[in-house]
């Protein structure tokens, strides 16, 4: 799957002289975290989250009023607060590439761009929502973990006792076990009873995490 596929396309913009306090106000009504940064020529130059802004706002306990707070507020522009130096990916990046940089970069969202053009936005919800499919998570079934060993032929001698079975497989992923030699396999299956699963999985020699309806 590629970014493309999943990311948001036209996202909520703003310009370097936008107020701190328009680009609040843009995030809450538009409900985003953070704002690709534009010049007039419409290339990427900058990006502001919502983080940035809240720490740039007065605190709380400030002893300014609130006509002062507002007053400093509304000189504050984006230029002087914004990340210029802004990690994007395009298009075609694979999406699995894309939720590593976030991971590694800590962040939660990336610019999609080609060139100094912004496409598009992907973010830590859209990766969710891949999850969410991954794991059928909105399909009801049975939801069993195995730890198999690694190596080749396992997934076919498992997917073929499910189809015995008379199964159908909603969802499958598979994760790094407990040691090199093994791995962790969640599926999602429906049309199986729990036991006649269980007790095909044993028949295989494979020991179950866990098996639950979901």
């Known amino acids: 799957m590629l970014v493309r596929?999943?990311?948001s396309c036209n996202p909520a913009t703003i310009t370097p002289d936008t107020p701190i306090t328009?680009?609040?106000r843009l995030m809450r009504d538009r409900q985003v975290r953070r704002l690709p940064v534009l010049d007039q020529e419409g290339n990427l130059i900058g990006i502001v989250s919502e983080k940035d802004l809240l720490y740039a706002s007065p605190s709380p306990a400030t002893s300014l009023s609130i006509y002062e707070m507002h007053y400093l507020l509304?000189?504050?522009?984006?230029q002087e607060l914004m990340t210029t130096d802004v990690i994007t990916v395009t298009p075609d990046t694979l999406l699995e590439e894309a939720a590593r940089i976030m991971v590694d970069h800590k962040i939660g969202g990336l610019p999609v761009t080609e060139g100094r053009k912004l496409l598009g936005i992907i973010t830590q919800t859209d990766i969710f929502e891949v999850l969410l499919e991954q794991f059928g998570a909105r399909q009801k079934g049975?939801?069993?973990?195995l730890e198999i060993p690694e190596r080749k032929g396992?997934?076919?001698r498992i997917t073929t006792a499910i189809a015995q079975?008379?199964?159908?497989?909603l969802?499958?992923?598979?994760?790094?076990g407990d040691d090199p030699t093994t791995a962790?396999?969640?599926?999602k299956v429906e049309d199986v009873p729990a036991e006649a699963l269980t007790a095909a999985m044993r028949d295989l020699g494979l020991q179950i995490r866990d098996i639950r309806e979901t």
């Open 154 to 156: 396992e997934m076919a």
């Open 142 to 145: 049975l939801r069993l973990t």
């Open 165 to 169: 079975l008379g199964g159908d497989i």
């Open 74 to 78: 509304s000189r504050l522009r984006i």
């Open 171 to 176: 969802a499958l992923g598979t994760f790094l």
């Open 22 to 24: 328009d680009a609040l």
């Open 5 to 7: 596929e999943r990311m």
């Open 184 to 187: 962790l396999v969640t599926i």
